[in-house]
């Protein structure tokens, strides 16, 4: 079995079939922490603990199912088994590999999973949150521009060392974003394959990638779309950022009813002692993206950990 090396939320996956989302490592020989391969998977967990339309769970093993292209069985944090549904080609199933299948799979390894992407400045990590359709990935991807490496998309990976304090894990990813985005940032050379078939997002590599060790979390935005002409930057109080921590939990619905709640509430306020949650409110058009970033670095700029604009 020919063996593909990624590192994705900081671990090295080996997967089975090629993961068009993200960079490929140069070494194939090396030890891997997740393997991804085909194999039989059942339709549903026997004596499952939780069952929904979607998956089930039983101690250390989540099966989830993807109607239209086939089914997920995550082991013990450490491998993923794919069936996928006749005629169903290999690749269909990598968006959900490095999506909700990745996210379940780091919930078994004990991790802490957000919907927010993010960038380095100064040697920590800023990340965006957001519902989906605000434009983290765009937003992501616009700053790569500007010399900010993108460390992660969409799922972000907090742990923490052993002082308490919140690290961020590089996840060397391509960055989905619509055509009009694409256009938006410039980035038209990095245009790779289609996330999914008739869909209207691309894979596209940023201008600048960070690959190295987790990096301390610095702060956390909200993206919030509003009536206004300028974007406003505003810290959120420590309940309303606890709050909304907890609501930005990468598929919170799996989180809820896996029991893993009290946990993400714990690690959430861990977090607010470390990182502050600030809500960012801006006209959600393309072609406020670059007042918004001159907003977002002059706010940088104010912070004790001083991100200036690079070159």
């Given at each position: ?20 989302g ?8 090396q ?6 391969r ?6 549903t967990?026997?004596?499952?603990t939780t069952?929904?339309?979607g998956?089930?769970a ?14 997920f ?12 549904e006749p005629?169903?080609p ?14 379940a ?16 400045a ?6 965006f ?6 434009g ?19 799922v972000?990976h ?6 308490g304090?919140?690290l ?7 960055i ?5 985005s694409?256009?938006a ?7 790779r394959?289609a ?5 209207e ?20 935005y ?16 420590s309940a309303m ?16 009813h ?9 690690a959430?306020?861990?977090?607010l002692?470390?990182?502050?949650v600030?809500v ?6 393309l072609?406020?993206l ?5 907003i ?13 604009k690079?070159?």
């Open positions: 079995m020919t063996l593909h090396f990624y590192r994705i939320c900081g671990l090295v996956v080996a997967s089975e079939i090629e993961l068009a993200s960079l490929p490592l140069k070494a194939s020989n030890s891997h922490d997740v393997v991804m085909l194999g039989g998977v059942p339709q967990l026997l004596n499952a069952s929904r339309p998956w089930d039983h101690g250390d093993q989540f099966l989830l199912r993807a109607p239209g292209t086939g089914r069985l995550i082991k013990r944090g450490q491998e993923v088994v794919f069936e996928l005629g169903v290999a690749q269909a199933c990598a968006a959900y590999l490095q999506g909700t299948v990745m996210g799979l780091l919930h078994q390894r004990g991790g802490i999973v957000l919907h927010s992407s993010g960038i380095e100064d040697g920590g990590a800023i990340l949150a957001g519902a989906s359709g605000e983290k990935s765009t937003l992501v991807a616009a700053l790569s521009t500007r010399g900010y490496p993108v460390i992660c998309d969409d972000s907090v742990s923490f060392n052993q002082e304090r919140p961020v894990s590089s996840d060397a990813r391509r989905k974003l619509t055509d009009e694409i256009h940032t410039g980035l038209e050379m990095g245009r394959e996330v999914l078939a008739n869909t997002k691309t894979y596209v590599k940023p201008a600048k990638h960070w690959t190295g060790s987790d990096l301390p979390l610095r702060a956390i909200l993206l919030q779309s509003a009536a206004i002409n300028d974007a406003v930057v505003a810290r959120l109080p950022a606890l709050n909304e921590l907890r609501g930005n939990a990468h598929r919170p619905n799996i989180v809820l896996t029991g893993q709640l009290p946990r993400y509430f714990q959430s306020a861990k977090i002692e470390h990182a502050p600030y960012i409110k801006r006209g959600r058009y072609s406020k670059a007042s918004t970033m001159d977002l670095e002059a706010h940088w700029r104010a912070c004790a950990w001083t991100a200036l690079r070159n």
